[in-house]
Each structure stands twice: as structure tokens, then as C-alpha cells.
């Protein structure tokens, strides 16, 4: 199994970022998709989540910016991000979460310039 984040960068505050989760390994559509980030020296929590139905939820500090969405036949999932702060500066990462199991990818730096 395997899941690959991508889309980060630099971008200055107000800008927009599109980040990109892509997994290889599980049937995609029975699994839940998350985002989830953290920045240097606090916990890691969720961003946003899409079930495989489409069920979309979003944390409070991200919501009406942050956008997520799934593409089941290609495996992949897009959190689209904007109005972007400073305060969203951290790592991103993707987890895909069944009933019974979990799976993280690598994370993705995105960093907002103030």
C-alpha cells in the first residue's frame, strides 16, 4: 500500500495551493480519505475528510477555504486550498482509513509567507 501526497510549496498569505493524495494497494473506494497537518512542535490534526461515499467535513479553522474532494476511478484524492494564512504552515499528510485499518503517506510541506 501506498499513498503519495504532493502539491505543496510556497505560497504568499491569500494565495491557493492544491494538494493531491494518491493511493496505490486498496480498493479506494472503501476507505475513508483524510488530511491531516502539523506543524514544528505541536500535534498532528485533522484538516478535512471524505468518505467513499463523498461525505465531506472539514475542521473549523478551515472551513469555507478548504475544499476536498475524491476521483474513486483514479484513485486519488484533492484538498484544495484557499485564502491561505500563515497559520497553515505545516506538513500535510494523507491517511486512508477503513474499519480495520489505516495507512499513512509521507507528508507535503506547505508553507504560507505572510
Known amino acids: 500500500v501506498q499513498l503519495q501526497a504532493f502539491g505543496g510549496g510556497l505560497v504568499q498569505a491569500g494565495g491557493s495551493l492544491r494538494l493531491s493524495c494518491v493511493a496505490t494497494?486498496?480498493?479506494?473506494?472503501?476507505?475513508?480519505i483524510n488530511w491531516y497537518r502539523q506543524a514544528p512542535g505541536e500535534e498532528r490534526n485533522m484538516v478535512a475528510s471524505?468518505?467513499?461515499?463523498?461525505?465531506?467535513t472539514y475542521a473549523d479553522s478551515v472551513k469555507d477555504r478548504f475544499s476536498i474532494s475524491r476521483v474513486n476511478v483514479r484513485n486519488t484524492v484533492h484538498l484544495q486550498m484557499n485564502s491561505l494564512k500563515p497559520e497553515d504552515t505545516a506538513v500535510y499528510y494523507c491517511?486512508?482509513?477503513?474499519?480495520?485499518?489505516?495507512?499513512w503517506g509521507k507528508g507535503t510541506q506547505v508553507t504560507v509567507s505572510s
Open positions: 494497494g486498496i480498493t479506494f473506494n472503501q476507505y475513508d
Open positions: 491517511n486512508a482509513r477503513s474499519f480495520v485499518k489505516s495507512y
Open positions: 471524505i468518505t467513499g461515499g463523498g461525505t465531506e
